[in-house]
């Protein structure tokens, strides 16, 4: 049997989320992909903290600049899905394929994107129902110690913050610590 219609963003798809799901493992949280996917790809927890984080992946292949150094790359997130109630919480997981291998994470939430996207961040696509995000991810020379770090922008809009932001997610988060002193 021939592979039919779009099997290759199936499988850009499924990789980007096997991604992720190693980008969890290595820092010791577990994740399980559920049965039916109804808008969460996987959910991530830890069995010693009750928090978990519901992760909607979307990958993007990347493409690097000609003449400068750096690369982006292009994502749609389905604006029905962005307009929902976040009761729970939903973070997204933006993988970008590079060269054979994974390039950086961006890990937001959808409070978080949906405050970008009413600033300005993104374009609604009409046509496809996404908001669609152009992102360009650039080394940076800092001054003080001549180091290159990573500048993340979609448009006008620093995402610099969110680049491997897998603290972000509340099984991954540090424990908030009581002072049984002051009862």
């Known amino acids: 049997m021939a592979w039919k219609g779009d099997a290759g963003a199936i499988f850009s798809g499924a990789s980007g989320q096997a991604a992720v799901i190693g980008e969890l493992l290595h820092r010791k949280c577990n994740a399980a992909i559920p049965h039916v996917d109804v808008g969460t790809d996987v959910f991530a927890f830890r069995d010693d903290r ?50 054979g291998g994974w390039g950086d994470f961006i890990v937001l939430s959808r409070a978080a994107l949906n405050e970008l996207w009413g600033r300005g961040c993104g374009k609604e696509n009409n046509a496809s129902g996404d908001l669609e995000l152009y992102v360009q991810f650039r080394p940076e020379q800092k001054k ?22 897998w603290e972000s997610l509340p099984p991954l988060m540090p424990p ?8």
């Open 50 to 99: 009750e928090e978990v984080a519901r992760i909607q992946v979307k990958s993007a292949p990347g493409e690097s600049y000609k003449k400068e150094p750096g690369y982006h790359a292009r994502f749609g997130i389905p604006m029905k899905q962005l307009g929902r109630t976040d009761v729970p919480p939903l973070f997204y997981a933006l993988a970008v394929r590079l060269d």
């Open 144 to 165: 003080e110690d001549g180091v290159a770090s990573l500048k993340v922008t979609c448009g006008e809009f620093n995402l610099t913050e969110y680049v491997n932001a």
């Open 176 to 183: 908030v610590e009581i002072d049984s002193d002051h009862t």
